[in-house]
């Protein structure tokens, strides 16, 4: 899909708002260029990017095993708090090992059926945050969890931001 046309039709199909200015936003929300596709799947009330999709093999075929990845300038502080908290710690702590491991097979699942047919490069590993137990990163879990994902650790971090946000 090489058309604009095209590409706005592929994202009113996926239920996505195409967004002319992305780019240039996602760019500055990660302080970089984007290295591979990625699809806007969550915004703010403004239409700020919160959560993107990102393609599960980089443009220069580097395997990419974070799927959601947490942009939103609030959620990612608020995020950040809270793992500096100790926050990983208490939400393994907290969720139950067999569905956590359950969210991880489901996580890769997901991305690597949107690995490319006839890919025969490297391929990405792991689960949630690129790892295949236990919790490595609050912000991949939360924006799993924002973008419809059944994650445990998600739901955890969103009612703990949620008790801090209503004190």
Same mark, same amino acid.
């Given at each position: 899909?090489?058309h ?13 708002t195409?967004n !002319?200015g $992305?780019?240039? +936003? %996602?760019?500055a *929300? ?8 990625? &699809?806007?799947? /969550? ?16 443009d ?7 799927r959601?990845?947490?942009?939103? !300038?609030? $959620?990612?502080? +608020? %995020?950040?708090r *809270? ?8 939400? &393994?702590a907290? /969720? ?7 969210a ?13 047919d ?10 949630v ?6 919790v490595k990163c ?12 059944d ?11 949620d008790?801090?946000?209503s004190t």
């Amino acid at each position: 899909m090489d058309h604009p046309q095209d590409l706005q039709e592929e994202e009113e199909k996926e239920g996505l708002t195409l967004n !002319p200015g $992305d780019d240039e +936003q %996602v760019e500055a *929300l990660l302080g970089r260029a984007p290295r591979g596709s990625y &699809e806007v799947v /969550v915004r703010a009330d403004d239409g700020t990017p919160r959560v993107l999709r990102n393609a599960p093999i980089l443009d220069d075929g580097t395997p990419m095993p974070t799927r959601y990845w947490l942009v939103g !300038p609030d $959620d990612v502080m +608020q %995020v950040s708090r *809270l793992e500096s908290a100790g926050g990983v710690r208490r939400a &393994e702590a907290a /969720v139950d090992p067999i569905d956590l491991a359950d969210a991880h097979r489901r996580y890769a699942d997901e991305r690597d059926a949107a690995i490319p047919d006839g890919h025969a490069g490297h391929r990405p590993s792991a689960g949630v945050g690129g790892t295949r137990r236990g919790v490595k990163c609050l912000h991949a879990h939360y924006a799993w969890h924002l973008a419809g994902g059944d994650d445990p650790v998600g739901r955890w971090v969103a009612e703990h931001l949620d008790a801090e946000n209503s004190t």
